[in-house]
């Protein structure tokens, strides 16, 4: 079955950086294009950075030059530094990949918490 579990996440500082790792398992990762969502309190799950099977990168505006999604097929993770983090960053931070569709909703992980504060 497929599994999806972030980590790297805590509080930091204004300004402050941080580099999320989400190890997937249980379908051909290396052929899925994946992607980093979050979701701040009250608000819904948003996308914010997307990486496709041939390395092609996408971004929401809101984190443009400061956030960079990358993944290495052969350890099947997809990680998220994040550099000059502002406190609307504050979210809960999940991976799933765009092309699961529907399905993706079944396989949401526990997510990571991403604090910025000073």
């Known amino acids: 079955q497929v599994q999806l579990v972030e980590s790297g996440g805590g509080l930091v500082q204004p300004g402050g950086s941080l580099r999320l790792s989400c190890a997937a398992s249980?379908?051909?990762?290396?052929?899925?294009?994946m992607g980093w969502y979050r979701q701040a309190p009250g608000k819904q799950r948003e996308l914010v950075a997307s990486i496709s099977t041939g390395y092609i990168t996408n971004y929401v505006d809101a984190v443009k030059g400061r956030f960079s999604i990358s993944r290495d097929d052969a350890k099947t993770t997809v990680y998220l530094q994040m550099n000059s983090l502002k406190p609307e960053d504050t979210a809960v931070y999940y991976c799933n990949s765009p092309e699961f569709g529907a399905s993706g909703n079944n396989y949401w992980g526990q997510g990571t918490q991403v604090t910025v504060s000073s």
């Open positions: 249980g379908f051909p990762f290396s052929v899925y294009a």
